[in-house]
Nanobody, 115 residues
């Protein structure tokens, strides 16, 4: 069982980036999937950003990304996405997709927002 995030990258402030999370070894449609991130620096904990329920329409976001980030899923591709718009310097972090019910985390992907 595996979750694999797409490669992140370097984005300018105000830019956009879409992350994907591909599930293998299981049908992710049976799970709620979450996106977390961990900012750089000592003592920074992993922060839950958004999650999407199995139905694919029920979603929830942390206030800091609400209105800028959108989580979605594609059952046919067994994937979940995180569209990130209006990126800010403070969005710089390693981003993880997670199937919490399985205790399954992706390896993480670096997103750097910088001018």
């Amino acid at each position: 069982l595996q979750l694999v995030e797409s490669v992140g990258g370097l984005v300018q402030p105000g830019g956009s980036l879409r992350l994907s999370c591909a599930a293998s070894g299981f049908a992710s449609r049976s799970d709620a999937i979450s996106w977390y991130r961990q900012a750089p620096g000592p003592g920074k904990e992993r922060e839950l950003l958004a999650y999407i329920f199995r139905d694919g329409t029920s979603t929830n976001y942390v206030d800091s990304v609400k209105g800028r980030f959108t989580i979605s899923r594609d059952y046919a591709k067994n994937a979940v996405y995180l569209q990130m718009n209006s990126l800010k310097l403070e969005d710089t972090a390693v981003y993880f997709c997670v199937a919490r019910s399985r205790g399954l985390w992706g390896q993480g992907t670096q997103v750097t927002v910088s001018s």
